[in-house]
């Protein structure tokens, strides 16, 4: 059974919902961590009340990113995990913690890549930028991260119409629900098949061949 570490800044929306994948069977791996970057972070919460082990490691507390990624993989070792979910974490990932879990860890972006992508576009601000757009299409994207901002192979994407939506609120509502759909899958898929990357694509070599 994969054991998974999940990173996350706020809310932990789409963390609790992967652990309750868990839970109901779905999703048939271990909960090995919640590593959270400040003592704010609401997904915390979570995790103490369903005894998943927490790791506080704010990176401003290191000397520098290779001291934090230091620390990262200690924690995540200390804890057997094999595979990473960044479930709305908002710092960078250090080189050294990406070097020891190659193509191992996913990131869910709320918007179509490469659309709406990038340095400073997380959380409202990709939604902001999405309704002044008149974009009537967007939706999610989950992806494996390398060293560049959501710019990784990509595993999963759903689209949205928010053709009707009023305001970015609207929009991040709407696309939040979507998140928490494919995210669990793509996480599924991932574990539960052998994959390889081509390029900028994941292929799944999904075991009973088909290739749907
Ligand atoms: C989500 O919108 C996700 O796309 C982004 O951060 C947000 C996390 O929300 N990366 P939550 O903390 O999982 O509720």
Redesign the pocket.
């Known amino acids: 059974m994969k054991r998974i570490a999940v990173f996350?800044?706020?809310?932990?929306?789409?963390?609790r919902t992967i652990v309750q994948h868990i839970q109901n069977g779905h999703l048939r791996a271990e909960p090995a961590l919640l590593v959270v970057d400040n003592s704010k972070a609401k997904?915390a919460d979570f995790a103490r009340a369903h005894h998943i082990p927490v790791s506080l490691l704010p990176p401003r507390d290191f000397a520098d990113e290779n001291a934090f990624g230091r620390a990262v993989i200690e924690a995540l070792e200390a804890r057997q995990t094999d595979f990473i979910v960044?479930?709305?974490?908002l710092k960078k990932i250090p080189d050294n913690v990406i070097g020891a879990y190659p193509n191992r860890i996913l990131?869910?972006?709320?918007a179509l890549l490469p659309a709406f992508g990038g340095k400073g576009m997380?959380?409202r601000h990709v939604h902001e930028a999405v309704f002044r757009s008149g974009a009537q299409i967007t939706g999610?994207t989950v992806h494996l991260i390398n060293n560049e901002y959501d710019a990784g192979p990509i595993v999963l994407q759903a689209a949205v119409n928010v053709r009707d939506c009023q305001n970015p609120a609207e929009i991040?509502e709407k696309?939040?629900k979507e998140?928490h759909r494919i995210f669990p899958e793509a996480i599924k898929l991932l574990l539960e098949n052998p994959y390889r990357i081509e390029g900028n694509r994941v292929i799944v070599e999904r075991e009973n061949n088909d290739q749907n």
Do not use: C, K, Q, R
């Not at 996350?8 to 963390?15: D, I, Y």
């Not at 960044?86 to 974490?89: D, I, N, P, R």
């Not at 990131?107 to 709320?110: K, L, T």
């Open positions: 996350a800044s706020g809310t932990g929306s789409n963390f997904a960044l479930a709305g974490y990131n869910i972006h709320p997380y959380g999610v991040a696309v939040l998140e």
